[in-house]
């Protein structure tokens, strides 16, 4: 098996091997999640643990049914209500859940670095879903399971990460993965929301919306993250969508049949038209909604494999 990770923290130290295995484990989930009966058992006698110190609805609800198909045992924890709030070290809730011996740990958190310091403490398998500006490994996953199944290839393509690329971890691990996998990656928005040392991965950095969106096979929108923002980074929501947001003239200037991504959710008007969103023969911002959910189910199925070995292997060691 490609896949050898003891956690999944990131797409950086992923080799293009073993995110095709995710992805083509993926793809037999998504044929499993469309059938009746929609339940599996890799993950029966495990318990899964949610730790979402940020608030985050489709995330987490698409990690509990995909730990919930496998037969895993799940708990959300309200991080926003817990003893972080009354002043326990992130080293002490790893120690805390240590002694409830769980077997996967999802985490979201608003600071970089620290759901590496969690996995780095706990005896589990430790999932990112997301750490401040850092990563969001699950999420570039699902794009590329989209784009996969949509263009029928993950390799040679060319494509355009549009918007606040600076606040956005969703963009850092896209960037990551689709070089990985030999596609052209270009990123468009306006200077104030491009980070700094942008050019050193390798990707094209466009301020001109139509030149970054021309021929380009795939059109991926970002959020405006306001709540990551402390300063004026936009004159305004208007002159953004003006410049900025994707509407039907501006994405012309892409092939006829790219495609056009977000990960939601998404600012009618601001990043994305409606009409554009929900475009049936354009718009694939439902399947990847679809693709997250086969995704994670793949994701934990394949660490909790190498955990198992792993208990195996320490418990012969000791006899």
């Known amino acids: 098996m490609s896949f050898t990770q003891s956690h999944l923290l990131g797409i950086e130290p992923l080799h293009p091997a073993g995110i095709t295995t995710i992805l083509d484990l993926a793809d037999q989930y998504v044929d499993l999640n469309r059938q009746a009966n929609k339940h599996a058992d890799a993950l029966a006698g495990l318990t899964q643990i949610n730790m979402f110190f940020e608030n985050s609805t489709r995330t987490q609800a698409s990690f509990e049914l995909a ?3 496998l037969g895993a045992d799940v708990m959300n924890m309200a991080m926003q209500a817990s003893s972080i709030k009354k002043g326990e070290t992130l080293i002490d809730t790893a120690l805390t859940l240590n002694a409830m011996h769980p ?4 985490v979201r958190h608003p600071h970089s670095g620290a759901v590496d310091l969690l996995a780095q403490k706990v005896n589990c398998a430790v999932l990112n879903a997301g750490d401040g500006r850092h990563e969001h490994p699950t999420q570039a996953l699902l794009d590329a399971l989209t784009i996969r199944r949509a263009k029928g290839r993950l390799h040679r393509l060319s494509i355009a990460i549009c918007g606040d690329i600076a606040h956005s971890r969703v963009a850092r691990s896209n960037i990551i ?4 996998m030999e596609n052209r990656v270009r990123l468009v928005g306006p ?6 040392g942008i050019s050193e991965f390798g990707v094209e950095v466009f301020d001109d919306m139509r030149e970054g969106l021309r021929d380009v096979d795939v059109v991926m929108m970002l959020r405006l993250q306001r709540e990551r923002m402390d300063g004026g980074f936009i004159p305004s929501e208007r002159e953004y969508f003006h410049r900025f947001g994707l509407d039907a003239e501006k994405l012309s200037h892409a092939k006829a ?3 056009v991504m977000h990960p939601g959710p998404m600012n009618r008007g601001v990043e994305i038209d409606g009409t554009i969103a929900d475009d049936i ?3 694939v911002i439902q399947e990847q909604v679809e693709m997250g ?7 934990m199925d394949l660490l909790a494999r190498n955990l198992r070995a792993r208990r195996a292997a320490e418990k012969e060691v000791t006899v």
Not at 293 to 299: D, G, I, K, L, N
């Open 177 to 180: 993965l689709l070089g990985k």
């Open 281 to 283: 023969n354009r718009s």
């Open 103 to 106: 077997d996967l740990l999802v």
């Open 191 to 196: 200077p104030t929301l491009m980070p700094s």
């Open 293 to 299: 959910v086969a995704v994670r189910m793949a994701a």
């Open 67 to 69: 730990g919930k198909r």
């Open 257 to 259: 049949d790219a495609i």
